[in-house]
């Protein structure tokens, strides 16, 4: 993990969404968060791997060269892969209009998926509700971190 990427987590999500879905990268990706090493994370992933990456945010925490939606209601519209980003203290307020919610993951497609990147926490930038949806995947994706980086050590071994 990097200031500007987390490569184990985006390899982890990425097999992850593979067992749940056969041709994830046809899916709608929107990032809800400030730029940061997530949310690039997210872009790289999207121009590697060619799924289309949305996302919204405040102004002033664009991610250069991805599409912003700054009204979060119209954003999460015909998304099927919601992702998020916990925020610094100071961001708390400038977000505040930027919380998923059970209503919101409603507006989105049919068997949409919410994958907060941790630390997440209840009522900051995912409510409570919505954590003990069926949407909610966060848990059973972070399950996939220690097999990538399993993966990850034995590969980077054979090398030498």
């Known amino acids: 993990m990097t200031d500007t990427n987390h490569p184990c987590e985006m390899l982890a999500d990425m097999y992850a969404l593979s067992n749940l879905r056969e041709d994830f990268c046809e899916s709608q990706f929107l990032f809800v968060g400030p730029k940061g090493n997530i949310g690039l994370a997210w872009k790289e992933a999207a121009e590697l791997m060619g799924f289309h990456l949305k996302q919204s945010a405040p102004y002033g925490y664009e991610i250069e060269d991805v599409d912003v939606i700054y009204d979060l209601e119209e ?18 307020n400038e977000f505040k209009n930027y919380q998923i919610s059970l209503e919101l ?8 998926l919410l994958n907060p990147c941790p630390p997440f926490f209840r009522g900051e930038e995912v ?5 003990d949806s069926s949407y909610f995947v966060g848990y059973e994706f972070k399950k996939c971190l220690l097999e990538i ?8 071994l054979m090398e030498q």
């Open 75 to 92: 954003a999460i519209k015909g998304i099927d892969v919601v992702c998020t980003d916990s925020l610094s203290e100071r961001q708390l």
């Open 105 to 112: 993951m409603e507006k989105a497609n049919k068997n949409v």
């Open 127 to 131: 409510s409570r509700q919505v954590i």
């Open 149 to 156: 980086q399993q993966a990850i050590l034995i590969f980077s």
